[in-house]
């Protein structure tokens, strides 16, 4: 039996009549946050902010992939008002809302990469705060209605999974790959992550319709 909030995502699923205006508006602030980093030839910045995008394509494919064969309910799902629903557990918003925060996440890395924090290591530092700190931004959402969460493994009783899974990796890789020395290296480790997302799109949302 599925999820009355999964029920409620899947009827929203890549609807165009729910389209807004202010979505155009998000989307060119995007545009001239990466524009800016061009301009700047700030390229640790530019790839950096792709590869946590890349790195949360990845995450919702999985999850839309997992409600595919269990049938009852995503990890976490998206059953509120947006201007295109286009993956049962992300809506436009939050894609946009992700393509910032990589470009913020690696403004904030010091530029001495040996520097520690409290004893910490700085990279590692900012990952867990920043996952900590984007659980907790979850958890006002869940509780708003705008985040669903029905499985009991993912959920405010086990918020490490959420943290592991649904985060730390994203920081991790947007870092490894700020700090790459050579642009090619970042080119292809971007490439290689916006690439197989865009694979696992074709294969199992337009050929398949899994997701």
């Not at 996440?105 to 530029?111: E, F, G, R, T, V």
């Not at 669903?148 to 009783?157: A, F, I, K, R």
């Not at 899974?165 to 292809?188: E, N, R, S, T």
Request: glycine share 8%; hydrophobic share 60%.
């Amino acid at each position: 039996m599925m999820a009355e909030s999964a029920k409620q995502a899947q009827a929203i699923l890549r609807d165009p009549t729910h389209f807004q205006w202010p979505i155009i508006t998000l989307l060119l602030l995007v545009l001239y946050i990466y524009s800016v980093e061009v301009e700047r030839r700030n390229w640790n910045i530019f790839f950096g902010g792709l590869a946590l995008w890349g790195m949360d394509w990845f995450n919702e494919i999985w999850n839309g992939l997992f409600f595919h064969f269990n049938k009852f309910a995503p990890v976490w799902g998206t059953p509120g008002a947006t201007s295109y629903n286009i993956l049962i557990g992300l809506n436009i918003e939050i894609t946009l809302m992700f393509a910032v925060m990589g470009v913020f996440a690696c403004k904030m890395l010091p530029a001495d990469k040996k520097l520690k924090v409290l004893g910490i290591p700085n990279r590692w530092f900012l990952a867990v705060l920043n996952s900590l700190l984007a659980v907790g931004i979850e958890i006002v959402l869940n509780r708003i209605g705008a985040l669903t969460w029905e499985h009991p493994w993912w959920n405010l009783g086990a918020p490490w999974l959420i943290f592991l899974i649904g985060y730390l990796p994203f920081f991790v890789v947007a870092f490894w790959v700020h700090d790459l020395k050579q642009v090619k290296d970042k080119v292809v480790a971007v490439s290689a992550i916006l690439g197989f997302d865009a694979l696992c799109l074709i294969v199992f949302g337009a050929l398949l319709g899994w997701i």
